[in-house]
């Protein structure tokens, strides 16, 4: 784990202009800085960056946060992985939280291996555009392949010269150890003496989703009847097979702007769509997909669609694990290339217009290409024709999410006519298919000790704001007063409420605060600000903005963005109403006089004030609502008129409190 004290360095340094100014283009508009958003295709900009705050906000697509979360959203890295990121953009040294010797051990062999095949890449490429071999047969066979220089070095191609151990012996005096080398893959040793192990092949580097290389696909130029066409990199401690897809670093931005994903087999097939401009490919390596691999497809979206050669080979390989695709959740389409092409050689054949024409007119849903396949050789067979049936249902079984719903439903009718059978015998079977898995599932799982775990904690909200009265429950709906009195807390809570005590702990000290807060999240910022003020901190809203619990986050992000700048002009007007009110009337619907503006006002002290009596209003409420209730569930007269007077008391301290926060309500 990355210390604390190195996070703060980090978040010290960061400049969120710099940052995000150098994926796209930002232009200064007043306070703020806007531009295009580089999370939807948009004309007009909408991205606006608040320097001030460290934050950013789209409000076209809705998208927002800050620094670290902006470089986890359009570079696809974990939290880990931006911090890293930004650490080595402004030179920061990372340490390590204690971890056990063994953890630091594989920690250190890690790092290792990634600085050997970060040497090992420059040697290979070095080799490919330099050495008088490397020209002659490397870069020759791949000229002849059709790629361009410039889509070479992108790649970050290479070649590893046919003499026995030139990258060992470089490798070796550059003080890389032969356990090291051995690992990697890089080198083999035999009697005794270490040699190049992809000698006289081309080289294609696998990067990790940061750009690191984890490892090589060595590829044999020509033929040969003896040696395999790749030798891939052994599993290691930072190449794992079953969770790479190749290309995904060069393809991540492509396949977020699409949003779709195109998976072909090999790494030519990747470099020769990418040349082409079809960027948004990845490549499965000719292996079955793994859940490790559909889920990182996941990341950048759920649209899948598959390119595979259409000889028998491709069709079984197009077919292989995706069912596992349909429980993700993701949407599948193949596409077989014809004339026993395949995409690389397709792509060059037609062009990259034709090649995309030829995509979009021949995607196929997956079930539904399954069963034509499956049909072709059931002939009249009954038995084959029950395989297939049952086999089928399994299929859509998996297809089980509450919001995929409607796609299992059309799935079971349009199989149903292809399979001419009855719809009412296939839904029956896919409910089987679905019972028998979630009795499975049930069996591995016991139930919790606790009941309450059952709990729907939204449900319970629900339950708990279930209000008679309409109007009441408008007002309260989106929590606009917790979030409002949160909102001052994190941008003036330090600053004075009187002579003796600042504006935290005028709020902290109403107890009603934290008796009716009802959003949870907002709950426990409040918690967490307040512990920080008893250790005697003084909180900032960059304490939350970059905190390591992603709900904080959001929730305070979402809060601290406007899509207004006050301006000098309303200043004078401002003084008289504060646009907590005016916002919070306007939404309801509730007559108030004073003329509305549009900008953020700062007048948050009375925003503390008329945000407490709205707290205690909903106190109130819930009050009238018990004793209304026990009014309500007693029969007895003697008990009816002990009941009366509290709840006529509550009642004139609820018009009371309406008066003071000027609410006038109507009827809905």
């Known amino acids: ?39 939807h295709g948009e004309k007009s900009p909408s991205f606006t960056v608040s320097p001030a705050k460290e934050i950013y906000k789209c409000f076209g697509c809705g998208r927002s946060g800050n620094t670290i979360s902006f470089i986890m959203e359009h570079e696809k890295y974990s939290y880990v992985e ?46 490919l555009f330099e050495s008088e071999e490397g020209q002659a047969i490397g870069l020759s066979y791949l ?31 550059a003080q890389y150890s032969v356990e090291n080398l051995q690992k990697s893959g890089l080198v083999v040793v035999r009697d005794g003496k270490p040699m190049d192990n992809y000698r006289g092949r081309i080289i294609f580097p696998v990067h990790n989703q940061s750009g690191k290389v984890i490892g090589f696909g ?32 060069f393809a991540r931005q492509a396949i977020d702007k699409f949003d779709e994903c195109l998976l072909v087999e090999g790494y030519t097939d990747v470099i020769s769509l990418h040349q082409a401009g079809i960027e948004n490919v ?66 060059n ?14 995607k196929k849903d997956f079930i539904i290409f399954q069963l034509e396949v499956q049909m072709k050789d059931v002939g009249n067979d009954a038995n084959k024709k029950a395989s297939v049936v049952n086999q089928v249902a399994e299929t859509i079984a998996k297809i089980n999410r509450l919001e995929d719903f409607t796609k299992q439903q059309d799935y079971i009718k349009k199989c149903a006519e292809l399979l001419r059978i009855e719809e009412g015998g296939l839904v029956n079977l896919v409910n089987k298919f679905i019972r028998e898995k979630v009795a499975k599932e049930e069996s591995k799982h016991q139930p919790p000790a606790d009941p309450s775990q059952f709990y729907d904690e939204n449900a319970m909200h629900g339950e708990a704001a279930g209000y008679t009265d309409e109007s009441f429950n408008l007002i309260f709906k989106d929590e606009l007063q917790e979030k409002a009195l949160l909102k001052i807390l994190l941008e003036h809570g330090m600053e004075p409420w009187d002579h003796q005590q600042k504006i935290a702990d005028y709020i902290f000290n109403e107890s009603i605060v934290e008796e009716m807060l009802e959003n949870q999240i907002i709950s426990k910022v409040m918690q967490l600000y307040r512990e920080m003020m008893s250790n005697n901190q003084e909180p900032t809203d960059k304490d939350f903005i970059f905190s390591q619990d992603n709900e904080v986050s959001t929730l305070v992000v979402s809060l601290l963005n406007s899509p207004y700048e006050l301006s000098d002009h309303w200043t004078a007007e401002a003084q008289a109403f504060s646009s907590l009110e005016q916002g919070f009337r306007k939404y309801m619907n509730i007559e108030y006089v004073h003329k509305p503006l549009m900008k953020e006002v700062k007048t948050f002290k009375d925003d503390v004030l008329s945000t407490l009596q709205f707290l205690k209003l909903k106190k109130i409420k819930h009050l009238m609502e018990q004793n209304l209730g026990d009014l309500e569930a007693n029969n007895s007269y003697e008990k009816f008129l002990e009941l009366l007077p509290p709840h006529l008391h509550i009642k004139e301290m609820e018009v009371e409190l309406a008066k003071r926060t000027g609410i006038v309500f109507k009827k809905l």
Do not use: H
Request: glycine residues 8%; hydrophobic residues 40%.
């Open 143 to 173: 000229k002849e392949r059709g790629f361009r220089e410039e889509i070479m070095e992108r790649f970050q191609l290479g070649y590893c010269l046919q003499t026995r151990d030139a990258f060992a012996q470089t490798a070796l005096a």
């Open 218 to 249: 060595a590829r044999i130029i020509g033929k040969s009847d003896r040696a395999p066409k790749y030798i891939n990199t052994p599993e290691n401690e930072v190449y794992i097979k079953s969770k790479i897809l190749y290309g995904t670093y």
């Open 82 to 127: 931006a911090l890293r990121w930004l650490a080595a953009k402004y030179n920061v040294e990372i340490e390590e939280t204690a971890v056990s010797p063994e953890v630091k051990q594989q920690q250190l062999v890690a790092d290792s291996l990634f600085i050997l095949n970060g040497f090992a890449r420059q040697y290979f490429t070095k080799n």
């Open 349 to 362: 054949k037609v062009g990259a217009t034709a090649f995309r024409e030829f995509i979009d007119k021949n």
């Open 1 to 39: 784990m990355i210390s604390q004290q190195t996070i703060q360095q980090i978040l010290s340094r960061i400049d969120i202009i710099e940052i995000v100014g150098g994926f796209i283009k930002l232009k200064k508009r007043g306070a703020n800085y806007l531009g295009l958003c580089p999370f």
């Open 282 to 347: 990845v490549a499965s390596g000719g292996t079955s997909l793994t859940m490790d691999q559909l889920r990182l497809i996941k990341k950048y979206t759920k649209n899948l669609t598959i390119i595979y050669d259409g000889d028998a080979a491709g069709v079984k390989a197009a077919l292989r694990g995706l069912d596992m695709a349909l429980e993700e959740g993701l949407n599948v389409k193949l596409v077989l290339i014809p004339d026993k092409e395949d995409p690389d050689s397709y792509v």
